[in-house]
């Protein structure tokens, strides 16, 4: 986790980052998307993103949409089990 580094209390962690932390990071999450769709071409850069800020071109710590349903299907896939507390777009 991160801190605040003029507070002593975690930073909360978005939406995209606990799932990240449920695969084992980014590059473990892409490796798991290759699986089920190995045609389809991902980005690396673009998945990172998810947990940027909207100021710095990201999506502000929210999986897209578009990629949830790829993103359960790789959790199945890989038997993790991803929770509605990881998927709570709120930060907690």
């Known amino acids: 986790m991160t801190l605040n580094p003029f507070s002593t209390k975690p930073a909360p962690l978005s939406q ?8 084992g990071g980014v590059r473990c999450l892409m ?9 389809r071409p991902r980005d690396t850069s673009a998945v990172y993103r998810w947990n940027y800020s909207k100021l710095r071109g990201g999506t502000g710590g929210l ?3 578009g990629a949830m349903s790829d993103v359960m ?6 038997g993790i089990l991803l929770t509605a507390d990881d998927l709570d ?3 907690k």
């Open 16 to 23: 995209a980052a606990r799932v990240f932390a449920k695969f």
């Open 89 to 91: 777009p709120r930060c």
């Open 63 to 65: 999986i897209p949409l």
């Open 31 to 39: 490796r798991a998307l290759h699986k089920i769709d190995p045609d």
């Open 73 to 78: 299907d790789a959790a199945r896939h890989e």
